[in-house]
């Protein structure tokens, strides 16, 4: 619903740049509204590796300032949300053929020593045939490399940035469309279009285009503005097995190509693995894995696994699409910069458009910072940047320690089952007892609508996080849609469209 009819920031885009933008610019006393077409972290910012970190392989292509930039954000997030961003050791087997291992040592002391690095231990050799994740590899990958980066539950990750953002004053708008805008001399007039509703137009006084891969076409084509700097989109893909290993480690793989896969733990029973990088020409709403990226990935993983992995073994894939900066040097996807770029028009005095263009998942927060101080400027507002010293909704946990808090939210709950428990500590960091609602028993949550997932999350998730449909709650809120069957995604449908028609009755009873 839109409360109001003027903002000084309208914010397009659901990702995790929008919203990351939109909670710094709500943060520092702009009224901010941001819509997203359709749910928050729908796309790109849920398809992602679910990685933080510094991008140990773009040092081979010299971009040592991203390199800097992404480690040192990782230290700062490290922070915010230590209850959905853990720390992960990485093992690097050592295949000589593909690099020396000098190469990968100085690659590895950069790493390290590029930028201040308080949380995370050091990079190390490591003898593969004594270490527990030399187990699962190849007999005749005898020595490695360990090192640091953190993984992340992505889409949460965006959520509770909204949440944020929400909660110092800016109104966040799912499954509503920017249908255009028109420049005036003191803002615009923005049109808005909900699902199933007519226009609304509001007057804001600059407008955020983070639109991910539909940037140049909402600046184009929906706006008409000018466009300076170009996109290249990159389609990567991800699939999911059963798991190969059990120990807690994750691996990067070298390939041939001279591309990296990672495998990594995922959801306790399953692998990650991905990705990949093609080129990409079509809606970037209708992308999704094709046969040769599964056979790509199966046979990175081949190359160094024991067990080997067949596409039949594949049980969830997923793809997205990167907007990434274009770069004429760069035939390679791959070599392609994960930099981002601000692009702010006033076009002669007139109200500000500030477009987004590349960026990674690790950087958003930075972005969001920059962004924010140049529309400042614009908006003529003075106030000073925040988000580097605060917590994400739920990620106030004393000196950043998760492992205490979950023993403490064990303790306090005995009375749930280990992994639930260990569930929401992770998800929901301190804000688990807003979910709980003072709950005592299991019963108390109420009917399990799919394996681990009860009445009473779900009924938090629709009126607290703007979950709307079962593939809201089972692949972005939660990740419970690996657990999940058809019986119990269809009985969670129903559940929540009989809540959706008990909602609308309550409020067509309230208009009258």
Not at 127 to 141: S, Y
Not at 490 to 501: I, K, M, V, Y
Request: aromatic residues 8%; hydrophobic residues 45%; proline residues 4%.
């Amino acid at each position: 619903m839109i409360e109001h009819k003027d903002y000084d920031l309208l914010v397009v885009g659901g990702g995790v740049n929008g919203v990351g933008i939109a909670r710094d610019a709500a943060g520092r006393g702009l009224r901010v509204l941001l819509c997203e077409k359709d749910d928050l972290a729908a796309h790109t910012s849920s398809a992602s590796t679910k990685l933080i970190h510094g991008g140990l392989r773009y040092l081979e292509y010299y971009e040592f300032g991203l390199v800097r930039k992404a480690l040192k954000e990782r230290e700062v997030l490290l922070r915010a949300a230590p209850h959905i961003i853990r720390p992960l050791r990485f093992v690097m087997p050592h295949m000589p053929n593909l690099r020396p291992a000098w190469m990968i040592r100085a690659g590895l002391f950069l790493y390290d020593h590029l930028s201040r690095r308080e949380l995370l231990p050091g990079s190390r050799g490591v003898n593969l045939r004594r270490h527990a994740a030399g187990g699962p590899l190849k007999p005749d990958l005898a020595r490695g490399f360990i090192y640091s980066d953190a993984a992340v539950d992505d889409a949460r990750l965006v959520v509770l940035n909204a949440l944020d953002a929400r909660e110092r004053g800016a109104t966040i708008l799912t499954r509503t469309r920017f249908a255009g805008a028109q420049r005036q001399a003191d803002g615009w007039l923005a049109q808005l279009a909900a699902d199933g509703q007519a226009a609304a137009t509001i007057r804001v006084r600059a407008i955020v285009n983070a639109g991910g891969p539909w940037a140049s076409s909402l600046l184009r084509q929906t706006m008409q503005q000018a466009q300076h700097s170009e996109l290249r989109l990159v389609q990567g893909s991800h699939i999911v097995i059963k798991k190969l290993f059990d120990h807690d480690h994750a691996y990067i793989f070298q390939n041939p190509d001279k591309r990296i896969v990672f495998a990594i733990p995922y959801q306790g029973e399953f692998t990650l693995i991905g990705t990949t990088d093609l080129e990409y020409r079509g809606d970037p709403g209708a992308v999704s894995i094709a046969p040769q990226e599964i056979d790509y990935l199966c046979a990175a993983v081949n190359r160094y696994f024991t067990r080997q992995t067949t596409p039949a073994d594949v049980v969830w894939s997923y793809s997205g699409v990167r907007p990434l900066l274009a770069d004429e040097d760069a035939d390679n996807p791959s070599a392609v910069t994960r930099d981002y770029q601000l692009e702010l028009d006033t076009a002669d005095g007139q109200a500000p458009l500030l477009s987004v263009f590349g960026g990674k998942l690790t950087t958003f927060r930075r972005l969001a910072e920059e962004a924010v101080d140049l529309l400042g400027r614009a908006l003529g507002s003075d106030s000073p940047s925040w988000t580097a010293i605060a917590a994400l909704p739920g990620g106030d946990l004393h000196a950043a320690d998760f492992d205490a808090f979950l023993a403490d939210f064990k303790h306090r709950h005995v009375w749930l089952p280990a992994a639930l428990a260990q569930r929401y500590a992770h998800g929901y960091g301190s804000r688990a007892e807003r979910l709980l609602a003072n709950a005592a028993t299991l019963d108390a949550l109420g009917a399990e609508l799919s394996p681990g997932l009860f009445e009473v999350e779900v009924r938090y998730l629709v009126e607290q996080e703007w979950a709307v449909s079962a593939d809201d709650i089972l692949w972005r809120r939660t990740k419970l849609g690996l657990h999940a069957s058809e019986e119990s995604r269809q009985r969670l449908a129903t559940w929540l469209d009989n809540e959706s028609g008990a909602a609308d009755a309550a409020n067509k009873r309230a208009a009258f």
